[in-house]
C-alpha cells in the first residue's frame, strides 16, 4: 500500500490533503459537538429561567391563595414533560418541599449550591441530568408568610432537571448529520483536486520526466510542450532551453574532440596516452597503423602492454624501461627504445619519447596521464643501413687501392718473366732461380690481395647462430688493415698495441670487427685535420679491455650523457650522420655481457673503454 501510494504524486498529494481535511473536520466536529453541547446548556438554563418565572408567577399566586395543591399538580405536570427528568423546590435549608417524584420529598440536598447556575451532574438516582438551578426571590407579597426580605432574601430554590441522554442524542445525531455532510463535502473535495492535480501538475510533471528520461538516454532533441504561463510552464520553459544549450554544448565538444583527434592523427609518429592504471585512452592513426589495427579507437581502452607489446601484464621494469613506471618515479620526461610487436606478430624497433601532463577528472582532482611520441625506427634503420653500404663503399676504396698495388707488382713480375724466359721479343732462357724469385713476388702479392678480401668478408658476412670464440688481435688486424688507406687519406696514424694471439672473448666474429671498425671511424671523424689513433688491447681479471684513444676535438660535457642515444649526432667533420653508430655499439657490446663507456676532454681527444669477459 504504501509503495502504491509513494509510486504517484497525485495521490501522495491527494492523500495528504485528505488526511489534513479529514483532521481539520474531525477537529471542528469535536468543537461543534462541544459549542453545541454549550448552546444546549445556554438554551436549557433560559428554558428553566423561563419555567421558573412561570412557577413563580403561579407559586406567588398559589402563595396568594393559599393553594399549595394546585402548585403540586404544576409541578407534577412539569416533571411528565419530554424531555424533562425531576422539577424540585428547596427551601433556603435545601430541603425538599416540592417535587415531581414524590419520594423526594423532605430530603436535604446538602451538596447542592444555591445560587443560579445550569450544567451536567447525576441526579439523586443516578441518572445523568442537565440541571438548571433558579432561586425564587422574596418580595413583598411575600413577606407576609417568608418575612422581610433583608432577612429571607430567598423564599426557595427551583431545581429543573433535563434528561441528559436526550440531549447527547440530539446532539450526536446532529454531529453525525454535520458529519456526513462533511464527508460527503471532503470526497467532492478530493475528487476536484485530484481532477485538477492530474491536468494542471501530475500530467506536466510526467511529461517533463519523460523527457528527462529521454534526454538522459542521449536523445538531445527532446523538448516538452509548453502551455500557460505558471510555474510549471515556466519549468517547461527552462526545461526546453537547458536541453538546447546541452545540444549545443554536445555539438560543440564532438567538434572540438574530432578537432582534437584529427590534430593527432595528422602527426606522422605514433601518439598515444595511458592513464596510471596502463590503459590507454587516446590513440592517432600512426599508432594505430604501427600496431596493425584500423584506427586509434580500436586500442583505446586497452592496456598499453597488451595493443604493442602482446603481453598479459605489465612490462617487467628490470628488463624494459616502462615510461609510465619512470615518470611516476622521476617526474620528468624521458626517451627510451623498445620493441614493439605488430598484429601480425612481426617485432620492430621504435623510439619513445614520453612526458607527463596533468588534467582534472570529473571531481576536479588532478589526474596525470602520459603522452608517448612513438617513432618506428624501420625507415631509420633503411636509412642506418644505407649509411653502412656508404662506409663500407668507403672501406671497398681503400681495399681497392690495398689489391690494385699487389696487382701491378704482379702484372710487372709477369711481363719480367715473359721477357726474361725468351717468350717476348726473341729473348733468351735465364736460370731457374730467377724465374723462382720472380714467381715467389707474384705469390706474395696474391695472398696480399686474398688476405684483404678475407679481412672484408670477415666484417661483412653474417653473424653466427650463437656466441663463438672470436681471436681478440685477429679481429682488431683486420679492422687496422681495412682502414689503413682511409686513415693515410685523413692524415691519421694508427697505432695498434695488441695482445699476443689466444686473447679471445666469447661474441661473432663480424660484430667484434664491426664494432673496432666503427670506433675507428668514429675517431676519424673526430679528427678532421689528423692526428693519432691509438688502438689497445689488455688482458685482466678474466677480462679483456680494448681501447681506442684518439687526440681529436673531444667531446662536451653537456652532450657526454647522451652520446649513446639513438639518432643523437654531433660530428666534428661537419658531416651530418644518422646517430645509431655508437646505439649499435653499445648494443653489441652488451649483448655479449660487456661495458662501454667514453672519457673526454675538449681539445685534446677522447678514450672509449669497452670491457668483454674473457672466452
Known amino acids: 500500500m504504501s509503495q502504491w501510494m509513494t509510486a504517484s504524486l497525485s495521490r501522495k498529494v491527494v492523500a495528504v490533503v485528505a488526511a489534513v481535511l479529514a483532521g481539520a473536520s474531525l477537529v471542528f466536529l469535536l468543537l461543534f459537538v462541544s459549542l453545541y453541547r454549550a448552546e444546549l446548556e445556554v438554551e436549557r438554563s433560559m428554558a428553566s429561567e423561563r419555567i421558573n418565572r412561570l412557577l413563580q408567577a403561579s407559586l406567588e399566586n398559589a402563595m396568594v391563595k393559599r393553594d399549595l395543591d394546585g402548585l403540586r399538580a404544576i409541578i407534577s405536570h412539569l416533571g411528565e414533560l419530554d424531555g424533562i427528568s425531576g422539577v424540585m423546590i428547596l427551601n433556603p ?14 430530603q436535604v440536598m446538602g451538596e ?3 445560587d443560579a447556575h445550569t450544567r451536567f ?32 432574601p430567598v423564599n426557595g430554590v427551583l431545581f429543573v432537571d433535563y434528561d441528559a441522554d436526550a440531549l447527547r442524542g440530539k446532539a450526536m445525531s446532529t454531529a453525525l448529520t454535520l458529519g456526513a455532510s ?15 492535480l492530474r491536468r494542471m501538475v501530475v500530467a506536466p510533471v510526467s511529461r517533463l520526466s519523460q523527457a528527462s528520461t529521454r534526454l538522459t538516454a542521449g536523445d538531445l532533441t527532446v523538448r516538452v510542450p509548453v502551455h500557460g504561463e505558471d510555474e510549471l510552464a515556466e519549468l517547461g520553459r527552462s526545461f526546453n532551453k537547458m536541453a538546447a544549450t546541452l545540444e549545443q554544448s554536445m555539438a560543440a565538444l564532438r567538434q572540438r574532440e574530432e578537432f582534437q583527434q584529427a590534430l593527432i592523427d595528422a602527426i606522422p609518429d605514433g601518439v598515444r596516452v595511458i592513464d596510471s592504471g596502463y590503459q590507454v585512452v587516446a590513440a ?11 584506427r586509434g579507437s580500436d586500442v583505446v581502452g586497452l592496456p598499453c602492454y597488451a595493443s604493442s607489446h602482446h603481453r598479459d601484464g605489465p612490462c617487467p621494469i628490470t628488463l624494459v624501461t616502462c615510461p609510465l613506471h619512470e615518470i611516476n618515479a622521476n617526474g620528468d620526461a624521458i626517451k627510451t627504445v623498445h620493441q614493439h610487436i605488430r598484429a601480425n606478430g612481426e617485432p620492430f624497433f621504435v623510439e619513445i619519447s614520453a612526458a607527463p601532463m596533468t588534467i582534472r577528472d570529473d571531481t576536479g582532482q588532478p589526474r596525470t596521464l602520459i603522452v608517448e611520441a612513438i617513432r618506428d625506427m624501420s625507415a631509420d634503420a633503411e636509412i642506418s643501413h644505407g649509411q653502412r653500404l656508404s662506409e ?16 701491378v707488382a704482379i702484372r710487372m713480375a709477369l711481363e719480367g718473366i715473359l721477357r726474361k724466359g725468351g717468350l717476348v721479343d726473341g729473348g733468351t732462357v735465364h736460370e731457374p732461380a730467377t724465374l723462382a724469385r720472380y714467381l715467389s713476388l707474384v705469390l706474395g702479392q696474391i695472398e696480399s690481395c686474398i688476405g684483404v678480401s678475407e679481412r672484408l668478408l670477415n666484417l661483412t658476412h653474417f653473424p653466427a647462430e650463437g656466441p663463438e670464440v672470436v681471436d681478440v688481435r ?50 676519424f671523424h673526430a679528427m678532421p685535420n689528423g692526428g693519432s689513433l691509438t688502438v689497445s688491447a ?46 649499435i655499439c653499445k648494443n653489441i657490446v652488451e649483448s655479449y655481457e660487456g661495458t662501454i663507456s667514453a672519457d673526454s676532454e675538449p681539445g685534446k681527444g677522447t678514450t672509449f673503454t669497452i670491457t668483454f669477459p674473457e672466452a
Open 112 to 114: 447542592e449550591t444555591l
Open 538 to 583: 689488455t688482458v685482466s681479471n678474466r677480462q679483456v679491455t680494448l681501447s681506442f684513444k684518439d687526440t681529436g676535438v673531444g667531446i662536451p660535457p653537456d652532450v657526454m650523457s647522451r652520446i649513446f642515444d639513438p639518432y643523437f649526432t654531433r660530428r666534428a667533420d661537419g658531416v651530418e650522420g644518422t646517430g645509431m653508430g655508437l646505439t
Open 93 to 106: 435549608d435545601k430541603e425538599v418541599r416540592f417535587a415531581s417524584d414524590p419520594t423526594l420529598l423532605g
Open 392 to 407: 663500407i663503399a668507403q672501406l671497398a676504396t681503400g681495399v681497392a687501392h690495398e689489391i690494385r698495388n699487389p696487382l
Open 284 to 294: 592517432n592513426a600512426a599508432y594505430a597503423q604501427q600496431v596493425g589495427a584500423s
Open 182 to 196: 462533511g464527508v460527503a463535502v471532503l470526497m467532492l473535495v478530493l475528487a476536484l483536486l485530484t481532477w485538477s
Open 121 to 152: 451532574t447525576s441526579n439523586e438516582h443516578g441518572r445523568e441530568v442537565l440541571r438548571s438551578v433558579n432561586p425564587v426571590h422574596n418580595k413583598e407579597v411575600c413577606q407576609q408568610c417568608h418575612g422581610d426580605i433583608a432577612d429571607n
Open 474 to 523: 685477429a679481429a682488431l688486424e683486420d679492422a687496422i688493415a681495412l682502414l689503413t688507406y682511409e686513415a693515410s687519406v685523413d692524415g691519421i696514424t694508427v697505432i695498434a698495441d695488441l695482445p699476443d694471439s689466444g686473447t679471445a672473448v666469447l661474441a661473432t666474429g663480424s660484430e667484434i670487427r664491426m664494432l673496432a671498425v666503427n670506433m675507428m671511424q668514429n675517431a
